[in-house]
């Protein structure tokens, strides 16, 4: 059967090979393209079958050992970042902001479970060490937390514990002495509040450390956003206190990792860590074979630790110039850029307000299909708001309360007074439409104010 398929499509190839032979000659620079696109395809059936050979290589290796079989684990170095944190700002259901990357916002999390924790101890007078409130914020979050973490937390709000390392703790594990060192926690109180004669952690100061450390983190990001813009051409400079969103381009998830802070080490007690060591505080006190021995073992530790060399890290080679703009002047080029710029700046120093506005004028053009829908088809000149409102929220293709219905009808009218008008008549309020205007030219005005308005 596979040498008839074979054959098959030979013929087919000489069938085609024959129809081609019969049309007309095609011109030199339409041959040299086509002859390009057959050998880019023969490039490709020829690496298809070289991956195929080498998957069949490897299946003919693998061992017999049934679907059941665990597949090897990949290796440390080569895994790779999941796409939901590496897309997570992409994913947010939120309007545009200064949001914070993925690993930020556990970090925060991790920030607010510990204070929890900390909190709770530190009212009850206990003594809060690393390993308490390790257990307790694992339990909260299903996630690990190691000192790594309580380091980037101390890098983002130095001040809000006090760190040291205590001994003669009680402990009641089977694992640490009372005699070891151990990481303790000390919130740190700006203004104490006491209760019952002692310093108390209260929930409206959890909240307020939280805000902090949210805050601390914001301006973390707006120094890798700073960095970015001055890096753009042309460069840009946006005030931070006027941002209200990162740039477009600006990847949110990419900010790297905070450094952790150096946390209190273990006082160093006199331990012999090496032959050499032993070797020294031992001479005379051991027989020759040992001593030999010893002397033999910390000179190849030695060769060894001289033999490595350090690993230096390539550099990556700079990115070529694109010739896609080769031939366009210089001068256009930074005229269209420096547009570009100033309408990335009003995008990222736009308030609220304004992004409230021009998400209602975007909505306004099928609103105003619906609201002439809606007249034609209760055949009145006028109709009250209740009505109308009820009527385009039951039509909407979005779900939309009364009240806001109510605020679109009263946009539609402040910007085209001449189709839709607004009339208060003693305790009700009536929507005045006129038919008679073409709906193109209707929706033509809209769109263009709100592309002027998002211009601004």
Same mark, same amino acid.
């Given at each position: 059967?596979?040498?008839?398929?074979?054959?098959?499509?030979?013929l087919?190839k000489v069938?085609?090979?024959?129809?081609?032979?019969?049309?007309?000659?095609?011109?030199?620079?339409?041959?040299?393209?086509?002859?390009?696109?057959?050998?880019?395809?023969?490039?490709l059936?020829?690496?298809?079958?070289?991956?195929?050979?080498?998957?069949?290589?490897?299946?003919?290796?693998?061992?017999?050992?049934?679907?059941?079989?665990?597949a090897?684990?990949?290796?440390?170095?080569?895994?790779?970042?999941?796409?939901y944190?590496?897309?997570?700002?992409?994913?947010?259901d939120?309007p545009?902001?200064?949001?914070?990357?993925?690993?930020?916002?556990v970090?925060?999390?991790?920030f607010?479970?510990?204070?929890?924790?900390?909190?709770?101890l530190?009212?009850?007078?206990?003594?809060?060490?690393?390993?308490?409130?390790?257990?307790?914020?694992?339990?909260?979050?299903r996630?690990?937390?190691?000192?790594?973490?309580?380091?980037?937390?101390k890098?983002?709000?130095?001040?809000?514990?006090r760190?040291r390392q205590?001994?003669?703790?009680?402990?009641?594990?089977?694992?640490?002495?009372?005699?070891?060192?151990?990481?303790?926690?000390?919130?740190?109180l700006?203004?104490?509040?006491k209760?019952?004669?002692?310093?108390?952690?209260?929930?409206?100061?959890?909240?307020?450390?939280r805000?902090?450390?949210?805050?601390?983190?914001?301006?973390?990001?707006?120094?890798?956003?700073?960095?970015?813009?001055?890096?753009?051409?042309?460069?840009?400079?946006?005030?931070?206190?006027?941002?209200?969103?990162?740039?477009?381009?600006?990847?949110?998830?990419?900010?790297?990792?905070?450094?952790?802070?150096?946390?209190?080490?273990?006082?160093?007690?006199?331990?012999?860590?090496? =032959?050499?060591?032993?070797? *020294?505080?031992?001479?005379? $006190?051991?027989?020759p074979? /040992? &001593? !030999?021995? %010893?002397?033999? +073992? @910390?000179?190849?530790?030695?060769?060894?630790?001289?033999g490595?060399?350090?690993?230096?890290?390539?550099?990556?080679?700079?990115a070529?110039t694109?010739s896609?703009?080769?031939?366009?002047?210089?001068?256009?080029?930074?005229?269209?850029?420096?547009?570009?710029?100033?309408?990335?700046?009003?995008l990222?120093?736009?308030?609220?307000?304004?992004?409230?506005?021009?998400?209602?004028?975007?909505?306004?053009?099928?609103?105003?299909?619906?609201?002439?829908?809606?007249?034609?088809?209760?055949?009145?000149?006028?109709?009250?708001?209740?009505?109308?409102? =009820?009527?385009?929220?039951? *039509?909407?293709?979005?779900? $939309?309360?009364?009240?806001? /219905? &109510? !605020?679109? %009808?009263?946009? +539609? @009218?402040?910007?085209?007074?001449?189709?839709?008008?607004?009339?208060?008549?003693?305790?009700?309020?009536?929507v005045?439409?006129?038919?008679?205007?073409?709906?193109?030219?209707?929706?033509?005005r809209?769109?263009?104010?709100?592309?002027?308005?998002?211009a601004?």
């Amino acid at each position: 059967q596979e040498d008839l398929a074979g054959l098959r499509s030979r013929l087919q190839k000489v069938k085609a090979l024959a129809q081609l032979a019969q049309l007309p000659p095609v011109d030199a620079e339409t041959g040299a393209g086509l002859r390009s696109r057959l050998e880019g395809l023969r490039q490709l059936e020829l690496r298809i079958r070289e991956k195929r050979a080498a998957s069949g290589a490897a299946a003919a290796a693998r061992p017999a050992g049934g679907s059941g079989e665990a597949a090897p684990a990949p290796q440390a170095g080569s895994e790779k970042i999941p796409a939901y944190q590496r897309f997570h700002t992409l994913a947010q259901d939120l309007p545009p902001g200064l949001t914070l990357p993925y690993k930020f916002k556990v970090l925060a999390e991790m920030f607010r479970s510990v204070d929890t924790i900390a909190g709770m101890l530190f009212n009850r007078a206990e003594t809060i060490t690393f390993t308490k409130v390790k257990q307790g914020v694992q339990d909260m979050m299903r996630k690990q937390f190691e000192e790594r973490h309580m380091g980037q937390i101390k890098a983002v709000y130095p001040t809000s514990y006090r760190l040291r390392q205590e001994k003669n703790i009680p402990t009641f594990s089977n694992g640490l002495k009372k005699s070891d060192y151990q990481l303790t926690l000390e919130p740190v109180l700006e203004e104490e509040e006491k209760v019952n004669g002692r310093p108390h952690l209260s929930a409206s100061r959890l909240l307020e450390r939280r805000k902090k450390f949210h805050r601390n983190l914001v301006n973390i990001v707006k120094q890798h956003h700073k960095a970015f813009l001055a890096a753009l051409s042309p460069p840009m400079v946006v005030p931070e206190e006027k941002l209200t969103r990162w740039h477009p381009r600006f990847n949110v998830d990419e900010v790297p990792d905070i450094s952790p802070a150096e946390l209190p080490r273990p006082p160093q007690e006199d331990r012999l860590s090496s =032959a050499q060591e032993v070797l *020294s505080a031992a001479r005379g $006190m051991l027989p020759p074979k /040992m &001593e !030999k021995a %010893l002397a033999n +073992l @910390a000179l190849r530790t030695a060769e060894a630790g001289a033999g490595e060399q350090p690993v230096v890290s390539k550099a990556p080679a700079p990115a070529s110039t694109s010739s896609a703009l080769k031939g366009v002047s210089q001068a256009l080029l930074d005229r269209i850029r420096a547009k570009e710029a100033q309408k990335l700046q009003a995008l990222m120093t736009r308030d609220a307000r304004q992004e409230e506005r021009l998400a209602m004028l975007a909505r306004l053009p099928p609103m105003a299909r619906v609201l002439r829908n809606v007249f034609v088809a209760e055949k009145k000149q006028a109709l009250s708001m209740e009505v109308v409102c =009820a009527r385009m929220a039951d *039509s909407y293709d979005e779900q $939309m309360a009364a009240g806001e /219905m &109510e !605020k679109h %009808l009263r946009l +539609l @009218a402040e910007l085209l007074p001449d189709w839709v008008g607004i009339h208060a008549l003693r305790t009700d309020t009536y929507v005045k439409l006129d038919k008679g205007k073409d709906l193109g030219l209707v929706t033509e005005r809209l769109a263009k104010a709100a592309k002027e308005a998002e211009a601004v």
